[in-house]
């Protein structure tokens, strides 16, 4: 009848390989190609970039609500940097960088923040999901998608994002438990940005580290530098290869931060302090990358300014093509479009009903 | 005074049992506590204990009969000072058991009496049809089988599906035939396995998540609504989810106010669904077989009161309904009766009792309550010229306010009296039995309402 200690339980490790001055561990550092880092600093750089101007549209009225990515492109490009095109993304609603690095389209993107459905629709050849606005709820799906790919012997796996407030909801809890329980190809990246609108990482839990709650689930866990694309890039591969070779889950907490608003109609400013923010600037990843890839030679001021142009041409190339592509989505029956697979007969006497009074008014007002 | 003890109801919906031991026998002493004999149900085996004191006088049902009847007497005790070899059962013994059925029919409950109606033959079965008798329990469980052997997508998911062949028995055989890969065992979370069936019908395949009842659904609302009901839309047409969410819904017999509740109104107010209510058996199979294939998320409604009754089913080798379809299951004239589940068949009840005082009532099958079959509930109205609208549920914001408003909205010329709803009673359902039953609806408010719409009280 001990009193004893458990077992010991695979321990939680943490991994940074990029400091930030942009001096880089060698042996931690994950084996990639020039090409790829250089694309990998590309992506990023759009990313921040393309925020920018979605923010811009929206102050003046031109696009909607929308949750900006500023601070956590590299907790979500280097995520993503270790999944193939046949892999699933499963997005929260705040991974603009990781959905263009998957190839969304910058004008569905723009379209989708103006308040059109079809900029959520999903190219043909693209298995990802779109955006998930209630918290944690895509959590469950990606455990199904991955319960699909096992099935199927597909050999993809899903890649699901998540935040720190995402944490306290029942769907994380379900989702990591039935992850664990039926042993599917799933990797959970947990993007800790210390915020939940205003509530911060620790009213959310006490525990010490949000990666330590894979233990309580079977699976490994890893706390990883958000900020610092190469660990989350080494982290990813990691859990990858766990999940297409051993059907086996992995819960990565990127420790990162939210550098702007929650969303737009959020102002930080009346609960957070301005000198946590300028000590997160200072950890600023594409900085960070910039300064690392700059010492190897990969970056000089010429190549950054052309791709800042090459990166602003195509935004607003973009911008225009979907301004042009929103003025064909004004019929405002469009919006009994897509509600079954088929319209049910008392949808489509609906319809008639609207485009009858609709026909109307328009007569009355001429 | 000799004690007779009968056959146990062992859990809410037992009707039966078989008497599989007796671990006492005639002329043993017993004490209170002393376990006598053990009984097996659709769902476990039990021990029956002794409450009182004696010695066994007379066993009067043998160990191993089958299909023995709830309250059926099986021994009689003689108390003390009694002789126990002068003890006689203080009423003769049921009849014997059938002879044991079927495997396939193990779960097989005794019929109630069979509604005698006017049928009208549903258009989908050719003349000449060979019409087999089946409960709803092994119409839906043949719906699902037929489905999963036809397509490797489809598969069942939810609490003691697998193992436990359903907390009803209705996934009876399916883990043996299909495989822990498709007859899936989940952790307790309505949430969780909704959300992961919701993910697996967006990757392409075709769940079918069985709650054990929609009560325990409540907790998985979100997923039903929020991710399968929307995804779809908000996708611009591109992400499918066909997925179907099915289990027992409405009140069962004595399971109290929490697990007896009707959730028909509840999924049929959200766009994005399909909503489906089957009564019998036939319709059970036909429309889940179409639930599974529609290419939408259906909340698929079952009564866990239904399970054991039998109905025809035709013996065809794919019986597909429409969905969206409502059934005159009765031709009348004089008042239409609307209902849909298990008040179909308390509908058809009325129409008898209607029927001897001269009233000739039209019962109409919804079937489907979500797309609503208003057009054929109009076209009774039209010969009728009053309804009745008769819902196992709470009245308000209910399916029948639903069928009553498009009747003022679409059919106010033609009633000659105000549409009038039979309901259950709008609180939370009692545990009492008297009580329970006096709240819940039957087939006299069905005729009170129907005298009243007629003017014949």
Redesign the interface.
């Given at each position: 009848m001990p009193r004893a200690r458990m077992k010991e339980l695979e321990p939680i490790e943490i991994l940074s390989v990029l400091d930030e001055d942009g001096n880089f561990d060698k042996e931690l550092a994950p084996d990639i190609a020039d090409e790829k880092l250089i694309a990998i600093f590309r992506a990023m750089a759009k990313a921040r970039l393309f925020d920018e101007r979605l923010l811009n549209l929206q102050r003046q009225g031109k696009l909607g609500t929308f949750a900006p990515v500023r601070g956590q492109e590299a907790a979500q490009v280097g995520a993503v940097a270790a999944i193939e095109a046949s892999d699933?993304l499963?997005p929260s609603f705040r991974e603009t960088a990781a959905m263009l690095w998957r190839g969304a389209s910058l004008e569905d993107i723009f379209i989708f923040t103006a308040g059109?459905?079809?900029?959520?629709?999903?190219p043909?050849d693209s298995?990802d999901?779109?955006t998930c606005v209630?918290v944690a709820?895509q959590?469950?799906?990606?455990?199904?998608?991955?319960?699909?790919?096992k099935?199927?012997q597909t050999g993809s796996v899903v890649m699901a994002f998540f935040g720190d407030g995402a944490t306290s909801e029942?769907?994380f809890h379900?989702?990591l438990?039935?992850a664990g329980?039926f042993e599917v190809p799933v990797v959970f990246v947990c993007q800790n940005n210390q915020w939940a609108i205003s509530v911060p990482r620790a009213k959310q839990t006490r525990a010490h580290s949000l990666a330590q709650k894979a233990i309580a689930y079977g699976f490994p866990g890893i706390q990883v530098d958000g900020n610092d694309v190469l660990a989350v890039l080494k982290a990813a591969r990691d859990a990858v290869t766990r999940a297409r070779e051993d059907c086996l889950p992995t819960l990565i907490e990127c420790v990162t931060y939210r550098m702007g608003v929650h969303t737009t109609a959020d102002d930080p400013t009346v609960y957070r302090d301005e000198e946590e923010v300028e000590e997160w600037e200072d950890r600023d990843p594409i900085e960070r990358l910039r300064l690392h890839m700059r010492s190897r030679g990969l970056l000089d001021d010429k190549a950054e300014d052309a791709m800042a142009e090459e990166l602003k041409d195509e935004i607003e190339s973009a911008w225009k093509s979907a301004r042009d592509t929103m003025e064909g989505l004004t019929d405002p029956s469009m919006m009994f479009?897509?509600?079954?697979?088929e319209p049910?007969?008392?949808?489509r006497a609906q319809r008639n009903a609207f485009e009858a009074l609709r026909d109307d008014r328009k007569a009355a007002n001429e | 005074m000799a004690i007779e003890i009968t056959m146990p109801a062992l859990s809410p919906t037992m009707e039966k049992g078989t008497l599989a031991k007796w671990l006492v026998k005639e002329g043993d002493t017993i004490k209170s506590g002393d376990v006598i004999a053990e009984i097996e149900t659709d769902k476990a085996t039990m021990e029956v204990e002794a409450v009182d004191e004696g010695t066994v006088a007379k066993i009067l049902v043998a160990e191993g009969s089958e299909d023995v009847a709830v309250g059926t007497p099986i021994v009689v005790i003689a108390e003390e000072g009694e002789d126990a070899s002068d003890v006689k059962p203080a009423a003769a013994p049921a009849p014997a058991a059938a002879p044991a059925p079927k495997k396939e029919e193990v779960f097989e409950d005794t019929p109630k009496a069979p509604v005698t109606s006017v049928a009208v033959a549903d258009p989908a079965i050719p003349a000449g049809t060979k019409m087999v008798s089946t409960t709803v329990r092994e119409a839906l469980r043949d719906a699902m089988a037929e489905e999963m052997r036809k397509d490797a997508n489809v598969f069942v998911m939810g609490e003691e599906v697998a193992e436990y062949q359903g907390a009803y028995k209705v996934t009876q055989g399916l883990l043996q035939e299909f495989g822990p890969d498709r007859v899936i065992d989940t952790p307790i979370t309505e949430h969780g396995f909704a959300g992961l069936g919701s993910g697996a019908a967006f990757a392409g395949l075709k769940p079918v998540i069985e709650f054990m009842t929609f009560n325990f659904a409540m907790q998985a609302i979100d997923h039903i609504i929020n991710s399968s009901a929307k995804t779809r839309y908000m996708s611009g047409g591109l992400v499918s989810s066909p997925i179907v969410f099915r289990g027992p819904n409405g009140a069962a017999a004595r399971v109290g106010a929490q697990h007896s509740q009707n959730y028909a109104s509840w999924y049929a107010h959200v766009p994005g669904l399909i909503v489906i209510a089957p009564y019998d058996a036939a319709d059970a199979k036909g429309l889940l077989k179409a639930a599974i294939r529609n290419p939408n998320p259906v909340v698929f409604l079952e009564n866990e009161l239904l399970y054991g009754e039998s109905f025809d089913v035709p013996d065809l080798d794919d019986y597909v309904l429409p969905i969206g379809k409502a059934r005159v299951c009765r031709e009348g004239t004089d008042v239409t009766i609307v209902s849909y589940s298990i008040a179909v068949g308390e509908s058809l009840k009325a129409a008898d009792k209607l029927a001897e005082e001269g009233i000739s009532a039209e019962v109409i099958d919804l079937r489907t309550i979500r797309p609503l079959d208003i057009d054929t509930v109009i076209e009774s109205v039209k010969k009728t010229n009053r309804c009745v609208v008769a819902e196992e549920g709470w009245p308000t914001c209910s399916v029948s306010s639903e069928v009553s408003a498009q009747l003022m909205e679409k059919a106010f010329d033609w009633l000659d009296a105000p549409v009038t709803r039979a309901t259950n009673v709008d609180v939370p359902l009692p545990y009492a039995n008297n009580l329970e039953k006096l709240a819940l609806l039957n087939a006299g408010d069905i005729v009170k309402a129907a005298k009243a719409v007629c003017y014949k009280d």
């Open positions: 699933w499963v059109y459905n079809e900029g959520l629709a999903i043909d298995n999901l779109p209630p709820s959590l469950p799906h990606a455990v199904g998608i991955a319960y699909a790919q099935y199927r029942g769907d379900e989702a438990n039935f329980v479009d897509h509600l079954f697979a049910t007969t008392p949808l | -």
